[in-house]
């Protein structure tokens, strides 16, 4: 239904988004999960033809967003991170203006405003004009004109932000009630948001995709491994080479904390508890070890380790190869 190949964007020097390929299939609700900066806003916009792409295409049912931008955009509604709301108007009046710029013909226009009215449950304040109105509402007038049309697919950028935790369940059932019937597109920092309501996370980070999958695989995917934290008054060279008779490491992140000492992040195999071996293997080097900690890996583990530093697990790694070539596989199958 919407395909993004190799997108890039560039602001000046600044590689935004850095050659995205993705697809979207209907009738699920995705989740583009990044911190602030990672680029999604900048591939929303490029994906509902607000912003030109410095290299790549966006295919929105067939249609090329550049090059058929009216066909593309009808299958479309979109929610901005800035919803560009007029305060000075009304409720009623903004959407019927949202309405008529969308091209719904004249005659369905009352009755389909009423009903997405009804849907984002603001027809008790159609009358009030939007300035007055809390941050809430004014995300559910957003919401409203993004729905009007009902279009396929629904895009919406950080569509919780700003909200109380009360405002924030309410659009959420919103959004569930919503993909009932479309497909939604999300955007969030958080990633507890994403996983409650997606069915599908696409991790984005310093502009490129570095995880796609279901919740429930990514959390498997990287949950049973285990890490284990050491500091010890070693060289990093020293910690490896002490490490290297230790079974069952998958791999090791060494920081140097200015001093002597460093610490040491080793990731377990699946299933494996390393921490006696880790022990004695020290011990026996004659080397002191100042902390020995396990923690789990949750997908917020995950999501850290994906966005906030370099790293890439290598379970990842290898999923987005085996992705690259079935993509290849599928190319290859097209051109015969
Ligand atoms: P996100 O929505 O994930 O927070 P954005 O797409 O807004 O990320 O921004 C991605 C990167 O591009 C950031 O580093 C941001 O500072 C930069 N950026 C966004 N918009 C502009 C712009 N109009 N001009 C220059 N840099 C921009
Ligand atoms: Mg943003």
Redesign the pocket.
């Known amino acids: 239904m919407i395909e993004v190949r190799n997108l890039v964007k560039k602001?000046?020097n600044?590689l935004?988004?850095d050659h995205l390929n993705f697809k979207i299939e209907s009738g699920r609700i995705y989740g583009f999960l990044?911190?602030?900066?990672?680029?999604?806003?900048?591939?929303m916009?490029i994906m509902t033809g607000y912003l030109g792409a410095t290299e790549g295409e966006v295919f929105i049912g067939g249609h090329n967003i550049l090059k058929e931008p009216e066909e593309a955009k009808k299958h479309i509604g979109y929610l901005p991170?800035q919803p560009p709301l007029y305060m000075d108007m009304t409720v009623r009046e903004y959407l019927e203006f949202a309405a008529e710029l969308k091209g719904i013909k004249k005659a369905k226009r009352e009755d389909e405003i009423t009903e997405v009215e009804k849907l984002v449950k603001i027809k008790d304040v159609e009358h009030r004009l939007i300035k007055n109105l809390s941050k809430g509402y004014r995300q559910r007038v957003g919401l409203a004109q993004a729905v009007l049309g009902f279009p396929e697919i629904i895009i919406l950028?950080?569509p919780s932000v700003g909200l109380d935790p009360k405002q924030i369940i309410e659009i959420r059932e919103l959004i569930r009630k919503l993909a009932k019937k479309h497909t939604v597109i999300l955007?969030s920092?958080i990633l507890a948001e994403v996983r409650e309501v997606c069915d599908h996370i696409l991790i984005?980070s310093k502009?490129k995709l570095v995880a796609s999958d279901t919740p429930e695989n990514l959390e498997r995917l990287l949950g049973e491994h285990n890490t284990v934290e050491i500091e010890a008054d070693a060289s990093p060279s020293d910690i490896r080479l002490v490490l290297k008779s230790v079974p069952g490491i998958e791999r090791i992140e060494i920081k140097e904390n200015g001093e002597e000492a460093c610490t040491a992040l080793i990731h377990e195999k699946k299933g494996q508890d390393v921490r006696g071996h880790i022990f004695r293997a020290f011990a026996s080097a004659g080397i002191p070890l100042l902390t020995l900690k396990a923690s789990g890996t949750t997908l917020e583990d995950v999501f850290m380790e994906l966005t906030q530093k370099d790293i890439i697990p290598e379970a990842l790694t290898k999923k987005a190869e085996e992705l690259e070539q079935e993509e290849e596989v599928q190319e290859d199958a097209g051109d015969l």
């Not at 990044?34 to 591939?43: E, I, Q, V, W, Y």
Request: charged share 15%; hydrophobic share 15%.
């Open positions: 602001y000046g600044h935004a988004v990044g911190p602030n900066g990672a680029g999604k806003s900048t591939t916009n991170e950028d950080e955007s920092h984005i502009g």
